[in-house]
């Protein structure tokens, strides 16, 4: 005769979940932070990932232009080269975009001038963050009089047309180099960042967790920059990205002016502005550093607006 209680255990065994199964089952997924939703996000976004892209590939360009093509930017052949058509059948080649009024590779300029273009934007973005970031976050977080100030100072350099100004300070200089450009582009471009900057904190540090941070004796330093900052700064990454692509833009338009980057400097804007000259004869030497630019400007635009879709809940 079987042994009918050693068969029922077996059974309740075997059909009876495990406790441990039941905690698996009911274990909670681990929450995701704003970060974490918004990388997820930006993942799927096909505008991300081709802006991103294309930013990776002038970043490419911008630290190693020798990978790309091996004449030189500078070098010209008037017997030659004077204005000769593009060669499209030549990917790669000095030949492939055209030559300039100077003999110049139209291609190789393109290519050398990414680095000035990209290390003006990038440089002028970092620089307007941070003291825009740190002014706005200092001007939110203690208000009274040190927020009328800033404010008012703030204001009266929103109140400079940006382009005048920056064509006003790059006047002080005899020689106007990439850094000089840098330079003036950031002394006026910081206010934006300072007011969005700002309006976030003043926000922020309204919220439960600030108020417990004080009563248990955090310093003011500490609840800045462990607290506010990283939930400040969402608005502001959305900004500078999108800034960024002006910037570049500014440059360039400076340089077509006349007032900002110049020879022997190798730069779009100083392209564009000598291919104006030739555009009924020779419209390549103007086409390329033109589509070049708006490439690089539409790219980082693309990817401020991508960020900013990821990074706003409203938005979702």
């Known amino acids: 005769m079987p042994d009918v209680t050693k068969t029922a255990t077996v059974e309740d065994a075997v059909a009876t979940p495990s406790v441990d199964a039941f905690a698996a089952a009911e274990k909670p997924e681990k929450a995701r ?28 360009i911008s630290a190693w232009p020798t990978l790309f093509t091996s004449a030189s930017p500078t070098a010209g052949d008037l017997v030659h080269h004077f204005l000769s058509k593009p060669e499209l059948s030549k990917v790669g080649s000095a030949d492939w975009l055209g030559y300039d009024q100077q003999g ?5 300029r393109l290519i050398h001038g990414t ?40 204001d009266v350099f929103f109140g400079i047309p940006f382009l005048l100004g920056a064509m006003v300070v790059l006047q002080a200089f005899v020689e ?8 003036a582009l950031a002394f006026l471009g910081w206010t934006q ?3 969005v900057m700002r309006g976030a904190v003043i926000t922020i540090k309204q919220a439960d967790y600030v108020h417990a941070a004080k009563a248990l004796g955090a310093g003011t330093t500490r609840i800045l920059f462990r607290h ?37 400097t190798v730069s779009w804007g100083v392209d564009i502005s000598a291919g104006v000259a030739q555009i009924r004869v020779a419209p390549h030497v103007l086409l390329w550093p033109s589509i070049m630019l708006s490439l690089t400007v539409l790219a980082f635009i693309m990817l401020g607006e991508a960020v900013r879709n990821a990074l706003d809940p409203k938005l979702r």
């Open 33 to 60: 932070s704003l970060w974490g939703d918004a990388w997820a996000d930006l993942r799927r976004n096909p505008y991300f990932i081709v802006s991103s892209v294309l930013i990776a590939l002038l970043l490419l």
């Open 104 to 108: 110049r590779s139209v291609y190789a």
């Open 115 to 154: 680095s000035a273009s990209v290390t003006v934007g990038i440089a002028v973005t970092a620089i307007v963050t941070v003291v825009g970031g740190i002014m706005g976050m200092i001007s939110g977080y203690f208000g009274g009089m040190i927020d009328a100030v800033l404010s008012r100072l703030t």
């Open 176 to 183: 106007r180099t990439v850094w000089v450009v840098v330079f």
């Open 193 to 195: 960042i300072t007011r």
């Open 228 to 264: 506010i900052l990283p939930n400040a700064m969402a608005p502001v990454i959305v900004v500078a990205t999108i800034a960024l692509g002006g910037y570049i833009s500014a440059e360039a338009t400076l340089s077509y002016l006349g007032l900002g980057l110049a020879a022997p």
